[in-house]
């Protein structure tokens, strides 16, 4: 069977080529123009918390559910931080986190039976008040002794800014968890401004 292409005349086809490249050369000048460059300044670092959060997870837990681990109250020190960099309260504009570890305690144990990770940040008065600001999802299969978490780009200076603080950690698994597993969580947080 055959069929009958019709083709465009050489000058159609020219104008539809100018048109799909203008078409294409607005759009990404628009794209160019609504980014823009993050002209904050990092002032300096929170680093959560010394001795690190510890915790254990118990053997046999399931794949069905999220298993969740509170810490709280922690100090936030933003205060002598503060002090101590020689920035004033009014000078910060924003706390973020900056990179987070989840790990085994003594790093010798595989956690590769973990598969979501999410850490929120809660006012210890109200533990309902929380926000995520670490995660990770999925967990990439295979063996580790450390889950490097991303930092969200959630602002919590509300939290930081008070004298304590409260950590809650979600675990889901793929697996359910072989043996007791000590773990620890370490973060850095940055102070922003101007």
């Not at 950590?167 to 947080?189: A, G, H, Q, Y």
Request: glycine content about 4%.
């Amino acid at each position: 069977m055959k069929t009958d292409v019709t083709a465009l005349p050489c000058g159609q086809m020219l104008r539809k080529v100018i048109k799909i490249s203008v078409l294409i050369s607005l759009v990404a000048v628009m794209m160019a123009m609504s980014c823009k460059k993050d002209d904050r300044v990092e002032l300096f670092q929170l680093r959560y918390p010394p001795p690190p959060i510890e915790f254990d997870i118990l053997p046999g837990l399931n794949t069905f559910d999220t298993h969740i681990y509170t810490f709280s109250p922690l100090p936030t020190e933003y205060l002598a931080r503060l002090v101590s960099s020689g920035y004033t309260d009014e000078d910060v504009i924003s706390i973020e986190p900056k990179k987070a570890a989840l790990s085994s305690l003594f790093g010798d144990e595989d956690i590769n039976f973990i598969s979501k990770v999410s850490i929120y940040v809660y006012d210890p008065f109200i533990p309902s008040h929380k926000v995520e600001f670490l995660y990770l999802e999925p967990v990439p299969f295979k063996s580790k002794t450390v889950i490097q978490l991303f930092p969200g780009i959630t602002d919590i200076t509300e939290w930081m800014k008070a004298e304590y603080f409260g950590v809650e950690i979600r675990l889901n698994f793929r697996e359910n968890s072989p043996s007791l597993t000590e773990m620890k969580l370490e973060f850095d947080l940055r102070a922003l401004g101007k």
